[in-house]
């Protein structure tokens, strides 16, 4: 069998640059071969796994939700998807606390070696896929707005700060909303999200309401649009008492939609910025890539067949 590791130097401060001999040697033992490419440019990751992702067993990506997500938008468009494995080393890593992984390299690779895997459902949008969280309007742009010298130097609450900035610019969203289902859903919104998740940019989110990796739904959110006051009230409780505060805002599952807006709208996909549309289209791929995972999460958030 064969591994492939991929990393970035700038995710975690490269702390974990000197550990990867000791993650070869561990992979090792289940591995024939272990290959390591490092991120060179922007989509270098990706550029690799096209060119040669099919050769593998197992992916191995160690970095941020932006890894991450570059990471499954490619092996999306493999013909043979390889099993992936994360090791966090970002600021928030909702994508490994989505399937209860640590930043603790040997706990990680002990999973792996045991073969702790789960398919998961992945999200079309538009030509682009994503994996836990599409969000549009207030908090668009905290991941990639919030900069690298607050991030490096107190971690994720450099993303509070920027989002408490954000609050106070509360940007408005007119949207049409219609689900697969055929619900329409017409107004405007200070908060768009769409998560397959409890956590986003740290904060968890449903705390009370039990997200399944792959039962072929997302969980939307939406919050009315009212007064810079009362949204900042309203997103401030929604963090704090999940899906029982429910003043202003409107939860519901579904196993697909469509938004159109007069406007063209920023999105972002997993952290990373998606182009402004008109109309985005939102599928669900159901079980479509095995991932390493927890046997906690396992139990938690996965439908048994």
Do not use: W
Request: with cysteine; net charge positive.
């Amino acid at each position: 069998m064969r591994a492939l590791v991929l990393y970035s130097a700038y995710s975690g401060n490269g702390r974990f640059i000197k550990k990867l001999d000791y993650i070869a040697r561990v992979l090792k033992t289940k591995y024939d071969i272990v290959d390591f490419h490092k991120s060179q440019y922007k989509g270098s990751l990706s550029d690799h796994i096209l060119l040669k992702g099919f050769k593998y067993d197992l992916i191995l990506c160690i970095g941020g939700d932006g890894t991450v997500h570059e990471v499954i938008n490619a092996i999306m468009k493999l013909d043979k998807k390889p099993t992936i494995a994360y090791i966090p080393a970002g600021t928030c890593n909702d994508s490994a606390k989505t399937v209860g992984l640590s930043k603790n390299i040997n706990k990680t690779l002990k999973k792996i070696l045991i073969g702790n895997t789960a398919s998961i459902d992945v999200f079309k949008i538009n030509d682009s896929f994503f994996v836990y969280g599409l969000r549009a309007g207030c908090l668009t742009e905290i991941s990639y707005d919030t900069k690298r010298e607050l991030k490096k130097g107190i971690g994720k609450f450099g993303y509070y700060i920027q989002g408490l900035k954000s609050y106070m610019d509360t940007k408005t969203i007119n949207i049409e909303l219609e689900t697969k289902e055929g619900d329409i859903i017409n107004g405007n919104f200070s908060l768009f999200l769409a998560l397959n998740t409890r956590y986003l940019a740290g904060f968890k989110i449903h705390r009370k309401k039990r997200i399944y990796l792959n039962d072929q739904k997302i969980r939307i959110t939406l919050i009315k649009k009212t007064s810079k006051f009362m949204n900042v009230i309203d997103f401030g409780m929604f963090l704090i008492f999940g899906e029982s505060y429910k003043h202003n805002i409107i939860n519901f599952d579904t196993s697909g939609f469509k938004i159109s807006s007069i406007q063209r709208i920023a999105y972002n996909t997993d952290g990373e910025m998606f182009d402004k549309h008109n109309i985005i289209n939102v599928e669900v791929i159901p079980n479509e890539i095995n991932i390493i995972t927890s046997k906690r999460v396992y139990k938690r958030h996965f439908l048994k067949k």
